[in-house]
């Protein structure tokens, strides 16, 4: 159990932590320290002086007491707690930074996702970290970026708000007081959302920053109250160091079937990986971020983080149930003050309302947040263009194709400046979290495929019967029930067409789904602009791997859609 020194029985508990910890200590002249601190490394051990009130490693309790007394949010009705993020509801994708020095020379790859940064603008900025932290409260909590004891990164969360805190505690790992004890920080995440950067001094985009140093384990986030940035941080520090062990780090949810088997879903934000993981038939093992190991599928978090905006509770009932819950906190989800009753379909305050909420609150989760080798492979594409059909089978070729393809949609709120939906190409299914260059992650999957003799499926999650704003998007019942059909092996034994654009393997006929809309073409009202449309595409998909095209076999080239 963790403590508050603001109260007696817990400062007994305290100065009996000191006597395990040499260097712990409750109080000085310049600051007072709450809380359960057994790690034996400060924050002046890593050059971090002169701040006011210390909190470290407070329970959920504990930090949702102290972010309503320090006005950072509100608890609604059934105990959720409600907070607001401002201008920043989304990534800062723009203003994210890698430094570029003898460590990341030649693993990193450069250009638009990967901006680089010299060792010195990042020293210029973390001084001025350094100066903005100076006699303000910040709340500390050390976390675990991973599930496998073998894998795992010890990871330093440093903020100056209880809520944030509360985030990355529900997100991440958390430690027993007995690894908690003996942890030392890999990585030192320091978040200061009132921070602003000066882009003439420090060479920034904005005011608003995310720089992340691999050779000194520090990442800086300023300028967004968006919490997203600290588990994405994590994130891409995982998918730069896990290559090196021969670990596929993904962009994925997983979850274990009745029998064992594993599915992994690749996908987007708001391509549905959350939604359609959650399945009460099927054990989760997490619903974001996974290592694919040796003998493994495990999770790197121990929460999940759902959209939420004009969630169902019919449609997706273990997500809905999540919004009653203790312990959940919601992003820009509208409240009415007086009642606490919440509107989840109001996006006044965003597009992208979200939650965050511990793994358990989903039945049937994994106690070990791990499961065995996966057996099937899902990409989740949201298709804004209404040509892709609703599931299809690839070969191994094809999925590597696809997986370094990464077409989805960017769904709204999403990114700063994203509107509504638009087509684009994020490779791997998570390009702004890839520091290495995508062939690294496309081999290592074609590798781990063809090794487990995995079945692998792509999923249309987005629109049918035309493009964005005259089609629908697909049902989610009928997408559901071709991923049961896929998962428990009956549609393998389904009638097949050969897609005319793609290539690909297409279900004539599923049981229980209307065979209409396994044919795009056929929901269309205009048969020729579906064909146009189609081959449009086509060319966006041929155009964009031209950047892969010097990395991979002829195989793989010849899975590519074909120009009619």
């Excluded at 029998?259 to 093992?285: H, P, Q, W």
């Excluded at 996006?347 to 947040?369: D, K, Q, V």
């Excluded at 209404?386 to 191994?396: D, Q, S, Y």
């Amino acid at each position: 159990m963790l403590f508050s020194g603001r109260q007696g029985p817990a400062l007994n508990a305290l100065q009996a932590t000191r006597k395990a910890a040499p260097n712990y200590h409750l109080e000085d002249k310049t600051l007072q320290v709450f809380g359960a601190r057994l790690s034996s490394v400060g924050l002046e051990d890593q050059g971090i002086t002169g701040t006011a009130n210390q909190y470290w490693n407070l329970d959920t309790p504990h930090l949702y007491e102290e972010a309503i007394r320090r006005g950072e949010g509100q608890m609604a009705k059934h105990g959720p707690l409600v907070v607001k993020t401002g201008k920043h509801t989304g990534r800062a994708a723009k203003d994210k930074f890698t430094v570029r020095d003898e460590t990341t020379e030649d693993t990193v790859w450069w250009g638009k996702t990967n901006q680089p940064m010299s060792p010195e603008q990042f020293e210029t900025i973390y001084q001025a970290f350094l100066a903005h932290m100076q006699d303000k409260d910040v709340f500390v909590q050390d976390l675990w970026g991973g599930s496998d004891p073998e894998h795992r990164v010890a990871v330093r969360t440093v903020g100056e708000l209880a809520w944030h805190s509360l985030f990355c505690r529900t997100l991440l790992v958390r430690p027993t007081e007995d690894e908690l004890a003996t942890m030392a920080p890999q990585f030192t995440i320091i978040n200061l959302p009132s921070f602003k950067a000066d882009p003439a001094t420090m060479g920034t985009n904005s005011e608003t920053v995310i720089a992340v140093n691999f050779k000194r384990g520090l990442v800086l986030i300023g300028g967004t109250s968006y919490a997203g940035e600290n588990k994405k941080s994590v994130f891409s520090i995982l998918n730069y160091l896990l290559p090196e062990k021969g670990i596929m780090p993904m962009h994925c949810s997983a979850n274990i079937g009745p029998e064992g088997d594993v599915a992994i879903f690749f996908g987007l934000s708001g391509t549905g990986k959350t939604t359609l993981s959650a399945d009460s038939s099927r054990t989760l093992i997490g619903d974001d971020e996974h290592g694919w190991s040796d003998d493994s599928v495990f999770n790197f978090e121990g929460g999940c983080y759902a959209k939420m905006i004009r969630l169902s509770e019919e449609a997706e009932p273990e997500i809905h149930a999540t919004t009653k819950r203790y312990g959940t906190v919601l992003e820009n989800v509208v409240m009415d003050e007086m009642t606490r009753e919440l509107d989840l379909d109001d996006a006044t305050l965003a597009e992208n309302t979200r939650g965050a909420y511990p793994i358990h609150f989903i039945p049937n989760t994994s106690e070990e947040n791990r499961g065995g080798k996966p057996k099937n492979i899902i990409m989740l594409t949201a298709d804004a263009f209404g040509v892709m059909p609703p599931i299809a089978r690839l070969t191994p070729e094809q999925a590597m194709y696809h997986f370094l393809s990464g077409y989805t949609a960017k769904v709204a709120g999403t990114e700063i400046g994203v509107k509504e939906p638009q087509a684009t190409f994020s490779t791997c299914f998570g390009a702004p979290f890839m520091p290495r260059h995508p062939s690294v992650y496309g081999d290592l999957l074609r590798k781990k495929i063809a090794e487990g003799s995995v079945n692998c499926w792509l999923v249309n999650t987005g629109w049918t019967g035309g493009v964005y704003g005259v089609g629908s998007r697909m049902p989610i019942k009928a997408t559901r029930a071709l991923l049961h059909a896929a998962l428990d092996g009956s549609l393998n034994s389904a009638p097949m067409r050969i897609d005319p654009h793609f290539g690909f393997e297409v279900p004539e006929e599923v049981a229980g789904v209307d065979a209409t809309i396994l044919n795009p073409r056929e929901t269309w009202a205009d048969k020729d602009a579906y064909d146009a449309k189609a081959q449009h595409l086509v060319g966006l998909f041929i155009e964009n791997f031209d950047t892969f095209a010097d990395h991979v076999d002829d195989a793989v080239m010849a899975a590519a859609p074909k120009v009619a």
